[in-house]
């Protein structure tokens, strides 16, 4: 097994080298969070850090580069902006270190390319780490993409985004999740160890490269999140790109370079260095992966609302009678203003289903998973006092909107809702649940309540 020193020393071209100074600032910047925008978000609305402080590591786990977000997460001009401006960087570096040393001999002279080729090695491994450990423990524990709602299940095929379909027919089967889960979570764990970073690495471009297409072929929102992941990726590879080819083209023997750890002479920094990488691997994957597990248990998921609603509320209901200011409006397929049936869901969300425009949201965002990708109806958020019988609904698009209404229940399965509109204008709803059984559901060998 080849060391470092076989690819990073003295007789480094310097095209190696910049590519090594141009490529550790992208791993640094990549990482760290520099935007604005990152700091100035809620974020208990989109990570629920208050009720669930461990979402704080989502919230790393999660950070994107400015140009991952922008154009749909396709910004592919911001990404080759931002290597341009890492060659730029790695490029005036690369002049001053041959500045320095200039009137120096030769001989006297330290490049620290094998010690600056560990720090970007370091980078890249636990940057694909922390990314990869998120997608990985949710997949494990099936959350990432959870089985269909109620409401989901109720909408019209044709208003879906290709992207949102996707996502939801990868959640109808859990145990594909769940393998998929696995596999990254090995190669998240095998890029963490020097000895079989390499093989972490080849295993992580086999998972992102289909991820990649599917995400260009569905428009699934992470097209550029999951190439970047992919070039890290490569870019641990880079270093044996001449043995692979004597390997798989010419059919010749050939050894995998190891990467040597940094050598420190102080005993605390040895020490540190491994309370680091046992830290990281505890946090983010086991302490992590303990919260995931209870989660799953529960029944929840991060992807929608974690309140609970009325149990005996859940299901989908037809409605049988519509009134506004009184005067009945009757069912028609085609009329905006009735409502044409209702779905409570387990947690507190009521979704609507009405004939109407909408403004169709493509933010992928964890607070807006319920509506986002979709079309066909409305969402609002419920909490209820079943003492009073009153109900307090908001608008889960558009938080500024909130009405409360009175609501009786005379049988099991039906309700009455009466108050007064957005506008204003008093309504009158009757709502008959319907027991229906859903294939997916059947298949699934799951029962949703009320459906």
Not at 43 to 63: I, K, M, T
Not at 147 to 161: A, R, Y
């Amino acid at each position: 097994m080849a060391n470092t020193n076989d690819f990073a020393g003295p007789g480094w071209a310097w095209y190696n080298r910049l590519l090594l100074r141009a490529f550790i600032v992208y791993a640094a910047i990549t990482v760290i969070p520099l935007t604005p925008s990152f700091y100035s978000q809620d974020f208990d609305a989109g990570f629920s850090v208050v009720n669930y402080p461990w979402r704080w590591l989502d919230v790393l786990s999660q950070n994107n580069p400015w140009f991952f977000s922008g154009q749909g997460g396709k910004n592919y001009g911001g990404w080759l902006i931002t290597l341009l401006g890492c060659f730029l960087v790695g490029a005036v570096w690369l002049w001053v270190e041959k500045q320095i040393n200039k009137n120096k001999n030769i001989l006297d002279i330290d490049t620290g390319d094998a010690r600056l080729y560990n720090l970007f090695f370091v980078l890249v491994r636990y940057q694909v780490a922390l990314r990869m450990s998120w997608f990985a423990i949710a997949k494990v524990f099936p959350v990432q993409m959870p089985f269909p709602t109620i409401s989901q299940l109720n909408t019209n095929l044709g208003d879906f985004t290709p992207g949102k379909l996707y996502w939801l027919t990868t959640g109808v089967s859990p145990f594909f999740e769940v393998f998929a889960g696995v596999f990254e979570l090995t190669a998240t764990v095998l890029i963490l160890f020097r000895r079989t970073a390499t093989l972490g690495a080849l295993m992580m471009i086999a998972i992102l490269l289909p991820i990649w297409f599917v995400n260009i072929g569905y428009d699934a929102g992470v097209e550029l999140a999951s190439l970047h992941l992919l070039l890290l990726s490569l870019l641990l590879l880079a270093k044996d790109a001449t043995k692979f080819w004597q390997l798989l083209i010419e059919h010749k023997e050939a050894a995998i370079s190891y990467i040597q750890p940094p050598v420190f002479s102080q005993r605390w920094k040895r020490v540190g260095r491994i309370i680091l990488k046992v830290g990281f691997i505890f946090i983010f994957l086991f302490y992590r992966g303990y919260h995931y597990g209870k989660l799953y248990a529960a029944g929840k998921t991060f992807k929608l609302p974690l309140d609970n609603g009325v149990a005996s509320f859940t299901g989908f209901y037809n409605v049988e009678e519509f009134r506004i200011n009184n005067r009945i409006i009757p069912y028609a397929p085609d009329d905006t203003l009735r409502w044409q049936n209702v779905v409570f869901e387990k947690f507190n969300t009521i979704s609507i289903k009405v004939v109407k425009p909408f403004k169709l949201n493509t933010e992928n965002k964890i607070r807006t998973t319920e509506y986002y990708g979709n079309i066909g109806r409305l969402f609002y958020g419920y909490d209820a006092d079943t003492v009073k019988h009153v109900l307090i609904l908001k608008n889960r698009a558009d938080t500024s909107e909130k009405v409360v209404w009175n609501y009786t229940a005379p049988k099991p399965g039906r309700f009455i809702l009466r108050g007064l509109d957005g506008h204003k204008d008093s309504v009158y709803i009757v709502l008959n649940r319907v027991d229906r059984q859903y294939p997916l559901a059947v298949k699934r060998n799951t029962k949703v309540k009320g459906d």
